[in-house]
């Protein structure tokens, strides 16, 4: 499957973004899938993921009540809805799937990764 994340962008502190994540291929419902960050000079880490249905979502404790996973399995699509963002926001976010359906934390379990997108939160 074919990852293509679109939506970053410049925002103001306590503005809001909605990232999405486009994926080719027919079997996008046989995938969870999550979304992840890169700060300059930092690891990426672990942002939101998704079970394949939808019935099942988790999020980072740093970004818990403020951003919101979800997908369209019908429009191949998963997104990330951002409000009050904060400057540390700022990062390269990317969307990846996991083949099997159950979402996880851990970058290494995840098969496919888009291309990334970059949100700049400015104070």
């Known amino acids: 499957v074919q990852l293509q994340a679109y939506g970053g962008g410049l925002v103001q502190a306590g503005g809001s973004l909605r990232l999405s994540c486009a994926a080719s291929g027919r079997t996008f419902s046989s995938y969870a899938m999550g979304w992840f960050r890169q700060a300059p000079g930092k690891e990426r880490e672990f942002v939101a993921a998704?079970?394949?249905?939808?019935?099942?979502?988790y999020h980072a404790d740093s970004v818990k009540g403020r951003f919101t996973i979800s997908r369209d399995n019908a429009k191949n699509t998963v997104y990330l809805q951002m409000n009050s963002l904060k400057p540390e926001d700022t990062a390269v976010y990317y969307c990846?799937?996991?083949?099997?359906?159950?979402?996880?934390?851990?970058?290494?379990?995840?098969?496919?990764w888009g291309q990334g997108t970059l949100v700049t939160v400015s104070s």
């Open positions: 990846a799937a996991r083949l099997g359906g159950r979402y996880s934390t851990s970058i290494y379990d995840y098969n496919y």
């Open positions: 998704i079970s394949w249905s939808g019935g099942s979502t």
